[in-house]
């Protein structure tokens, strides 16, 4: 089989997932353009090849080796467009270093996404998690996304409001591989209100004058919050919050609390959400650990790749979590990272 220069064969993913789960791709390419996507999109429609769209890994489960083409999004670029007054958008390319480019944005006095800070992986990946921290989410600043929709072959510009935005959940989530995003457009403001009402912010600042602070002061608080209760995953291998926190009927809620007074919770009109963390830690997993994986000691929301554990340790460990929350507490645990089998992506 005759391919471009390009693409390389048999490389390693070790190192470019966060959870550090040995995998390779059967072919590899990296994407540092517009015309390289387009162009190694259609070698892999003509060779009928599976694809792969790999950011920083930092959110992904692989489950064996992927056979088909894993193209490493690495299209880079920041620029401040459209400055008008104290607000303006700030213009990132997809392979862009997320925290980096928070701190980039922070540095420079604009206000928006410092809280969050230190979320590992690229800008390209954040739009499909929806990602948030703290009180923010991606959602309350993103003005759009521009994509190549592999569905009609063209390139299109999504606005916010056609993103399908959800907590941690959007339109690509919901219609996985279709839409390749390349570029992304962020709304800052310098004279935005600093979101600092979530309880960890709250108590990190308090008794201190705020109204001073910048947004760099700001996102270097939530790395210091972040570095408390996560491990980071140069350190021990993780892909972060392991399962989303599920929402339930009031209902539900109210029933819960009568059993369990000190459940955390934060209900809202219909709903209320509840902790994942708290849940996991009450069925005893906290700290958990076998010979390859575990569950981390400061939180029990992340698991652990501590010796060299395959995918399919991971999601043993995540299976046995779910079973024992649902037999405890009756509510169904959802996990935030995709899992990538050997052949599960789309084809074109």
């Known amino acids: 089989m005759s391919f471009p220069p390009e693409l390389d ?44 769209i790999l950011g920083g890994g930092s959110n992904l489960i692989f489950a064996g080796d992927f056979e088909g083409l894993v193209l490493h999004m690495s299209i880079t670029g920041r620029r401040w467009e ?14 862009e270093n997320w925290h ?49 929709d592999r569905k ?8 916010n409001e056609e993103c399908g935005f959800g907590y941690r959940d959007s339109l690509f989530k919901h219609q996985p591989g279709r839409y ?16 600092l009402g979530y309880a960890d912010l709250a108590n990190y600042f308090d008794g201190a004058d705020t109204s001073a602070l910048t947004p760099l002061d700001v ?6 919050v972040r570095r408390r209760k996560l491990p980071e995953p140069q350190k021990i291998p993780n892909a972060g919050s392991f399962f989303k926190n599920p929402v339930v009927d009031l209902k539900v809620w109210d029933e819960l609390r009568l059993a369990y007074p000190d459940m955390p919770g934060y209900p809202g009109e219909r709903t209320a959400k509840l902790a994942a963390a708290w849940l996991i830690d009450r069925c005893g997993w906290k700290g958990f650990r076998n010979d390859r994986v575990g569950v981390h000691n400061r939180q029990a929301l992340v698991l652990i790749n501590h010796s060299g554990g395959s995918g399919s340790d991971v999601l043993a460990l995540a299976e046995r979590i779910r079973q024992d929350v649902m037999a405890k507490f009756g509510i169904a ?4 990272p995709g899992v990538i089998p050997p052949d599960g992506a789309l084809r074109v």
């Open 100 to 148: 980096e480019s928070v701190l980039y944005a922070a540095s420079a006095g604009y206000r928006g996404i410092e809280n969050l800070a230190l979320i590992p992986g690229t800008a390209g990946a954040a739009p499909v998690q929806n990602i948030g921290a703290y009180g923010v989410e991606l959602k309350d600043t993103l003005v759009s996304v521009t994509a190549f």
């Open 152 to 159: 009609t072959g063209e390139w299109v510009v999504l606005a």
């Open 9 to 52: 064969e048999h490389v390693s993913l070790t190192a470019m997932n966060t959870m550090s789960i040995p995998a390779s791709a059967r072919w590899f390419a990296e994407v540092t353009s517009d015309q390289d996507l387009q162009a190694l999109l259609e070698v892999a429609a003509q060779r009928n090849l599976a694809t792969l």
């Open 333 to 336: 645990l959802e996990m935030e």
């Open 219 to 224: 996102a270097q608080a939530v790395m210091a």
């Open 82 to 95: 459209e400055i008008e007054g104290d607000s303006a958008v700030l213009v990132l390319g997809a392979g």
């Open 180 to 195: 390749v995003i390349t570029e992304l457009r962020l709304r800052l403001c310098r004279s935005r209100e600093l979101s």
